[in-house]
Every structure is written in structure tokens, then in C-alpha cells.
């Protein structure tokens, strides 16, 4: 069974940092694109960051750029976000995706990922 289990959300102040990790099981996930995406209350998902199959290349939303970064350890089946300069907008629940790539790109669509974690919170008080 697939699984990716995310961890590291919780309640910061602005201006902190939290790092996120997410765990993937029941396959290698070496071939798969990574990214992050996350959803405030009552907003559509959003896309926050991934990164390519091989780790070489990285995109990011233009709201988190220079602040958070994307990276992935493929003998662990792992991809982090290293979140920094936290702002109250920042706040929402997160989630990782991976999706199959042929190709070592970077999407940053929903429809592109097909393997979702439960989510972590992460909550940032002005």
C-alpha cells in the first residue's frame, strides 16, 4: 500500500521556521516528481514548491520563493520543505504529492500528482 505520512507542522510565530518532512512507503518513489501544495480554510489547494525525480531541478510558487525550500533524499523515499521567514499567510494545511514522470521536470499542477499525504498543519501567528 502507498503511503506518504507528513510530519513537522505546528504553530510558529512570524519571522520563525519549521521544516517539514514527508515519509514515502509501499513503492520507491525515485522516478516521481515530489512537490508540496496547501489548502487554507475555505481557499483551493495551491501549489507551493517540487522538485524533479532526480532532485536537480526546483520550482516554486512566486509567494514562497527565496523563503522555502524544497529537497528530497531518494534513498530515504523522503522530500522536505524547509520553510523560513514565516508569514501569517503561510498559514494552511500541507501536503505532499508525487506523481510518475518520465521526464525530470517539475510540474506544479494537482492533476500532475497522484499519491497524496494526509496533511500537516502549520499555523503562523503575526
Known amino acids: 500500500q502507498v503511503q506518504l505520512v507528513e510530519s513537522g507542522g505546528g504553530l510558529n510565530q512570524a519571522g520563525g521556521s519549521l521544516r517539514l518532512s514527508c515519509a514515502a512507503s509501499?513503492?520507491?518513489?525515485?522516478?516521481?516528481?515530489l512537490a508540496w501544495f496547501r489548502q487554507a480554510p475555505g481557499k483551493e489547494r495551491e501549489f507551493v514548491a517540487a522538485?524533479?525525480?532526480?532532485?536537480?531541478?526546483?520550482y516554486y510558487a512566486t509567494s514562497v520563493k527565496g523563503r522555502f525550500t524544497i529537497s528530497r533524499d531518494n534513498a530515504k523515499n523522503t522530500v522536505y520543505l524547509q520553510m523560513n521567514s514565516l508569514k501569517p499567510e503561510d498559514t494552511a494545511v500541507y501536503y505532499c504529492?508525487?506523481?510518475?514522470?518520465?521526464?525530470?521536470?517539475?510540474?506544479?499542477?494537482?492533476?500532475?500528482?497522484?499519491?497524496w499525504g494526509q496533511g500537516t498543519q502549520v499555523t503562523v501567528s503575526s
Open positions: 522538485i524533479s525525480r532526480s532532485g536537480g531541478s526546483t
Open positions: 509501499g513503492r520507491t518513489f525515485s522516478n516521481d516528481a
Open positions: 504529492a508525487a506523481g510518475f514522470r518520465w521526464l525530470d521536470d517539475v510540474p506544479h499542477t494537482v492533476a500532475a500528482y497522484n499519491y
